[in-house]
């Protein structure tokens, strides 16, 4: 026989081996991160830890100062606020605040551009201010100037503000224009709801939306080290609008955790999505979930902020 055709023979079976291990290898991939057809593709990479481990910052938005005891109880440290010299004054030692001066998607800013740098300079060197959450679910899709209104600001407060953060929160919509290089923001809060359907048909919790919008952040250039995941701590069973999200059993809500720590571990800064109700979008919320006619998420959430 030709050396050749036995060369040529063992390169085959080698080839097919090789195949036939990377096919294994597939399935088994396949299998364990749920299937590419439910998370819309490949899983997205692991993250980089952008927090050493206990420095992590927690907070639960749209909480009022009776409920700083009870947040502080459960292992939160920060606290939204508007800035107003009393609601600073009133955060509790051992937490700080996160300023809401931000718009909604397309909507006008809580305050103005002067009336912001008048903010900055009055809080900028407050040691019980954390940052600035300059804007909620901007669309610059529909409102491509949004990305200017948030630039400048984050560059005041660059300038200004030494040491706090710029913040904003960020949906499924266009990402490019928001991305660092082009706006300067420090933190980006990521808000994929997974249970998501019928707030009164409680089905499988979609994680692999997690997956997709951490994917447009990749793709837009935000780092990971940069992402603040936004915990679904709400329903809307009881709100006066929207009925297309449920409350997540104590199952799902670990799901949802477990998901976060592979895509995002030890990030900065860690949002519980909603504390408080919000009439239209948030009823019930984690304020709730203590266990009783709702799930317990506030343990869940106490063990994970206070072991971490």
């Given at each position: 026989?030709?050396?050749r055709?036995?060369?040529?023979?063992?390169?085959?079976?080698?080839?097919?081996?090789?195949?036939?291990?990377?096919?294994?290898?597939?399935?088994?991939?396949?299998?364990?991160?749920?299937?590419?057809?439910?998370?819309?593709?490949?899983?997205?990479?692991?993250?980089?830890?952008?927090?050493?481990?206990?420095?992590?910052?927690?907070?639960?938005?749209?909480?009022?100062?009776?409920?700083?005891?009870?947040?502080k109880?459960?292992?939160?440290d920060?606290?939204?606020?508007?800035?107003?010299?009393?609601?600073?004054?009133?955060?509790?030692?051992?937490?700080?605040?996160?300023?809401?001066?931000?718009n909604?998607?397309?909507?006008?800013?809580?305050l103005?551009?002067?009336?912001?740098?008048?903010?900055?300079?009055?809080?900028?060197?407050?040691?019980?201010?954390?940052?600035?959450?300059?804007?909620?679910?901007?669309?610059?899709?529909?409102?491509?100037?949004?990305?200017?209104?948030?630039?400048?600001?984050?560059?005041?407060?660059r300038?200004?503000?030494?040491?706090?953060?710029?913040?904003?929160?960020?949906?499924?919509?266009?990402?490019?224009?928001?991305?660092?290089?082009?706006?300067?923001?420090d933190?980006?809060?990521?808000?994929?709801?997974?249970?998501k359907?019928?707030?009164?048909?409680?089905?499988?919790?979609?994680?692999?939306?997690?997956?997709?919008?951490?994917?447009?952040?990749?793709?837009?250039?935000?780092?990971?080290?940069?992402?603040?995941?936004?915990?679904?701590?709400?329903?809307?069973?009881?709100?006066?609008?929207?009925?297309?999200?449920?409350?997540?059993?104590?199952?799902?809500?670990?799901?949802?955790?477990?998901?976060?720590?592979?895509?995002?571990?030890?990030?900065?800064?860690?949002?519980?999505?909603?504390?408080?109700?919000?009439?239209?979008?948030?009823?019930?919320?984690?304020?709730?979930?203590?266990?009783?006619?709702?799930?317990?998420?506030?343990?869940?959430?106490?063990?994970?902020?206070?072991?971490?």
């Amino acid at each position: 026989m030709d050396i050749r055709d036995v060369r040529f023979k063992v390169s085959a079976v080698a080839a097919a081996v090789v195949l036939v291990a990377g096919f294994l290898l597939y399935l088994q991939h396949r299998s364990s991160s749920g299937g590419y057809e439910r998370y819309g593709g490949p899983p997205a990479t692991p993250g980089s830890p952008a927090a050493p481990p206990g420095q992590t910052r927690r907070i639960a938005l749209n909480t009022q100062p009776s409920d700083y005891p009870k947040l502080k109880q459960l292992g939160y440290d920060l606290v939204d606020v508007k800035p107003q010299d009393a609601l600073v004054a009133g955060v509790p030692d051992g937490m700080q605040a996160l300023l809401w001066v931000g718009n909604f998607t397309c909507g006008s800013f809580d305050l103005d551009y002067d009336g912001f740098t008048r903010a900055v300079q009055r809080y900028g060197h407050n040691p019980k201010v954390y940052g600035w959450y300059l804007s909620d679910e901007p669309d610059t899709g529909r409102c491509p100037k949004i990305a200017g209104e948030i630039r400048r600001r984050a560059d005041y407060i660059r300038q200004n503000a030494p040491g706090q953060v710029s913040f904003v929160s960020l949906t499924d919509w266009p990402m490019k224009q928001l991305a660092p290089k082009r706006v300067g923001v420090d933190l980006y809060g990521l808000d994929p709801y997974p249970c998501k359907g019928s707030a009164d048909v409680q089905d499988s919790c979609d994680i692999g939306a997690i997956d997709r919008m951490v994917r447009m952040a990749d793709d837009a250039g935000i780092p990971r080290a940069k992402v603040a995941p936004v915990l679904q701590t709400f329903g809307q069973g009881c709100s006066k609008g929207d009925k297309q999200y449920w409350l997540p059993t104590q199952a799902q809500f670990r799901r949802i955790l477990a998901r976060w720590d592979k895509l995002a571990p030890r990030p900065r800064l860690e949002i519980s999505y909603s504390w408080g109700h919000q009439s239209e979008w948030a009823c019930p919320s984690l304020a709730d979930a203590s266990g009783g006619g709702h799930p317990d998420l506030q343990s869940i959430m106490k063990a994970r902020n206070t072991g971490r």
